[in-house]
C-alpha cells in the first residue's frame, strides 16, 4: 500500500480498506477526484526544461506563419570540449547528442537532473529526459526539446515528436499526442494516436515546399510520397497517398519505372506495362519476371531465354541461357550452353572440407554442377565485349574481370538444408570454381596477366586489387577459387 498520505492512490486504498471493515471513508470522492487531476497537470507540464511557453512554441514555429522557404528554426548550440549547449532566452541548457539520424541531423537528450525543478519530482510520472533535434551543420537547435520522442521519416522528410496525452482515457488507452514538423523546423499540425513507424500522416516536398496527406497505414515499398507497394491478399499491388488503387490486380512482382508514372507486372506467363495516368495496361511480352537493377529487369521469355527490359519495352533481346548484373549498368555476364545446376554426391569431399577447413563451426553438405557452357561480358544492345571463351567470369573491381578456363563451377546449395555457414536467404548464390587457368583481363578483354592459383590466392590477400565500396555493394556474383 502507498504510504504518501497527499497521494490520491493512498486514499482510494484507504477508503477501501474502511469500506471492507463496514467503516465510513475518511476521503471524499470530490477531493481524490481533485487531487487526481493536480496530479495530471502536474504530470503533464511540459515548461519545466525551458523558460518558453509550448504554445508559445509552436505558434513561432508554425507553417502557417512562415511559408517562405528560406526560412529555418534554429536556436544556438555551443560545443566546448565535447560538451553542447543550448542559448534560449539569455539562459543556457546542456544536452547530450544521440547519433540517431543522418545527414547532420541528431536526436538530443536533455536531462531532467541537469535543470532548475529536482530530478525526483519528475522521474515518478514522465521520462528522465525530453528530445529534440539538432542541426549540426548550423550548430542550431532544429526542434526544442519539449518531446517524450522524436523519429525522423527520412523518405518523407518529416519529425514527429511524441507526449503524454492529456486525459486518463488517452494515457489507459497508450494514445500520445503527436506533433509534425518538416526539416525546417516549422510545426506542420497536432494529432492523437501511436508514433508511425514507418508512415507519417503527412510528407514535406523539399523541392517545391508543398505537404502531402498520407493514409497509407503500412507498405511493403516506399516509392515517393504518392506512390506505395502494399502487401494484399498473397500479392502486392499498387496505391497512391490516399490509398487509392492505381493499377488494376494483385501481382507477384511489381517493377515501377524511374520517372513513377508507369509499372511492369507478370500475369501467369505474359508482361504487362500498366500506365497510373489512366489506368491502362498493354502486353509487353510473353515469359517471367526475375529483378530490377539500374532501372533495368531482368526476365526470360517462354523458351527460357534470358533478356533485359527498360522502363517501357524491350532493351536486350533474349537469347541468352542466363544473364547476370554486373557493376556497371550498361555492361550484362552472359552464358551460352546448358545452364542446368546438377545434384553431386561427393560434394562434401569435393569441395565442403575445403570451406570448413579453418572453421569447422561452418557446415555445407549440398552442392550443384553447373553443367557445359561459355561466359561472356555483353552490353546492352547485345554487343560481345568479350567473347563466350570461358568457364566463368568475374570482376575484380572497377576495371578488370578475373576469368577461368578449363575449370569446374560449382554452387552451394543452401536451400536444401539450413547452414550456419551462410542463410540461405541471403546467400542464395554462392559459387566455388576448381581448377583450370585463371587470367585478368581489362573492359575489353584483353589479357594482362596469366596466373596460377597459388599468385592468384596471394593477389587476393594482398587487397592489390580491391575496389571501392561502392562497387562491392554492386558488382555481380564473386566466387571462391580452389
Not at 484507504?14 to 467503516?23: A, D, E, Q, W
Not at 514538423?181 to 508543398?210: A, C, M, Q, V, W
Request: negative net charge; aromatic residues 16%.
Amino acid at each position: 500500500m502507498n504510504n504518501d498520505k497527499t497521494n490520491p492512490e493512498f486514499k482510494k486504498e484507504h477508503n477501501f480498506i474502511r469500506s471492507y471493515l463496514g467503516k465510513d471513508p475518511l476521503y471524499s470522492d470530490e477531493e481524490i477526484q481533485e487531487e487526481e487531476k493536480a496530479k495530471r497537470e502536474k504530470w503533464f507540464d511540459y515548461k519545466f526544461i525551458l523558460d518558453l511557453d509550448f504554445n508559445e512554441y509552436l505558434k513561432s514555429v508554425s507553417v502557417e506563419n512562415h511559408r517562405t522557404d528560406d526560412f529555418s528554426a534554429m536556436y544556438p548550440v555551443t560545443v566546448k570540449d565535447d560538451l553542447h549547449t543550448l542559448h534560449c532566452k539569455n539562459k543556457e541548457y546542456p544536452f547530450s547528442v544521440l547519433w540517431e539520424y543522418a545527414d547532420l541531423m541528431y536526436l538530443v537528450n536533455f536531462d531532467i537532473n541537469r535543470v532548475s525543478r529536482p530530478y525526483d519530482e519528475f522521474f515518478a510520472n514522465t521520462y528522465h529526459h525530453l528530445a529534440g533535434v539538432m542541426d549540426s551543420k548550423n550548430k542550431s537547435m532544429l526542434i526544442l526539446p519539449f518531446f517524450n520522442e522524436v523519429r525522423y521519416y527520412p523518405d518523407f522528410n518529416i519529425f514527429c515528436g511524441s507526449m503524454f496525452p492529456d486525459n486518463e482515457e488517452d494515457m489507459n488507452n497508450y494514445v500520445r499526442r503527436l506533433f509534425y514538423f518538416d526539416t525546417k523546423g516549422r510545426f506542420i499540425k497536432e494529432e492523437k494516436g501511436h508514433l508511425p513507424n514507418h508512415i507519417p500522416t503527412i510528407g514535406f516536398n523539399e523541392k517545391n515546399s508543398s505537404f502531402t496527406e498520407i493514409s497509407v497505414p503500412c507498405a511493403e515499398k516506399i516509392h515517393s510520397h504518392t506512390l506505395y507497394t502494399i502487401e494484399k491478399e498473397g500479392g502486392f499491388t499498387l496505391t497512391n497517398h490516399r490509398n487509392e488503387p492505381l493499377i488494376d490486380g494483385i501481382y507477384q512482382k511489381i517493377f515501377v519505372s524511374d520517372s513513377l508514372d508507369s509499372a511492369i507486372t507478370p500475369h501467369d506467363n505474359d508482361i504487362f506495362l500498366h500506365f497510373f495516368t489512366d489506368k491502362t495496361k498493354i502486353k509487353v511480352t510473353e515469359g517471367q519476371l526475375v529483378d530490377q537493377k539500374n532501372s533495368f529487369i531482368r526476365f526470360f521469355d517462354v523458351h527460357k531465354k534470358w533478356g533485359i527490359l527498360n522502363n517501357q519495352s524491350i532493351e536486350t533481346v533474349p537469347g541468352y541461357d542466363y544473364l547476370d548484373w554486373t557493376y556497371d549498368k550498361t555492361r550484362l555476364r552472359a552464358f551460352k550452353g546448358d545452364f542446368t545446376w546438377t545434384y553431386i554426391e561427393n560434394f562434401t569431399e569435393l569441395i565442403g572440407t575445403k570451406i570448413t577447413a579453418d572453421n569447422p563451426d561452418l557446415y555445407t553438405s549440398h552442392g550443384k554442377k553447373l553443367e557445359s557452357g561459355k561466359w561472356g561480358i555483353i552490353n546492352l544492345q547485345s554487343e560481345i565485349l568479350i567473347p563466350f571463351e570461358y568457364e566463368w567470369i568475374e570482376e575484380l573491381n572497377e576495371n578488370l574481370y578475373l576469368a577461368n578456363k578449363n575449370g569446374e563451377v560449382y554452387r552451394f546449395d543452401l536451400y536444401n538444408e539450413y547452414s550456419e555457414w551462410k542463410k540461405p536467404e541471403v546467400h542464395y548464390d554462392e559459387h566455388i570454381i576448381t581448377g583450370g587457368e585463371w587470367y585478368i583481363l581489362d573492359l575489353q578483354g584483353k589479357i594482362q596477366k596469366k596466373l596460377p592459383i597459388e599468385e592468384l590466392q596471394e593477389l587476393y590477400r594482398s587487397n592489390s586489387i580491391e575496389g571501392s565500396e561502392t562497387f562491392y555493394k554492386n558488382c555481380g556474383v564473386q566466387s571462391y577459387i580452389f
